[in-house]
């Protein structure tokens, strides 16, 4: 069943202003949007992961939850909040798993998923695109969210652009923008994902 037009957002400032019953209404279409998130994250991991899609939901559930007197805006807000989670769980767990096995192992990622980054086969691991998103961050942030809400939270542009108040055509032109910084950042560091 479809929600009302607005209800997820109207859920989401009634729960951040103390309406618990809000959240009764809010779990069912919050857990289905945070499993096709979680779902689209695994599908990138190579077979066999540690981490199973229930339990990438259920942290990054627990951490939303966990954020307290967040004053959530409305629906994109929300699931860009949730994409940035489900990066750092994906983030830390690639770290600990390349600290257990001093440097081996590390996941492959690949930045073209469907959006073409420039026709470019190459595909850098998970922990230095993080790194890489970070070192974009200090010179752009905009950019590295546009990337990490389109990315890792499988935002269309209207809704990317929805979450960071600007134009299509600006998340578009940030997003081509950052894409090439951040091929040329990975094989600035040796990261082209052989």
Do not use: C
């Not at 959530?72 to 096995?101: C, G, P």
């Amino acid at each position: 069943m479809q929600e009302p037009p607005g209800a997820v957002t109207g859920w989401l400032i009634a729960w951040s202003g103390g309406d618990d019953s809000a959240l009764q209404h809010l779990m069912p279409v919050v857990h289905a949007e945070l499993r096709r998130l979680a779902r689209r994250e695994m599908r990138r991991e190579r077979p066999g992961h540690t981490l199973q899609t229930t339990a990438l939901v259920n942290e990054a559930y627990m951490r939303l939850v966990d954020l307290g007197g967040v004053s959530w805006n409305d629906r994109a807000h929300f699931f860009a909040m949730s994409a940035r989670l489900m990066r750092r769980i994906l983030v830390d767990h690639a770290r600990s798993r390349l600290y257990l096995k001093r440097g081996g192992g590390a996941k492959v990622v690949s930045l073209d998923d469907g959006l073409a980054v420039a026709n470019d086969p190459r595909s850098p691991n998970l922990v230095a695109l993080d790194d890489a998103l970070e070192a974009l961050a200090k010179l752009d942030e905009r950019k590295s969210q546009v990337v990490e809400l389109r990315f890792f939270g499988g935002l269309s542009v209207e809704d990317t652009a929805a979450a960071l108040h600007v134009s299509p055509s600006t998340v578009l032109r940030d997003w081509r923008l950052a894409k090439s910084w951040l091929l040329k950042e990975l094989d600035a560091r040796g990261h082209d994902g052989r």
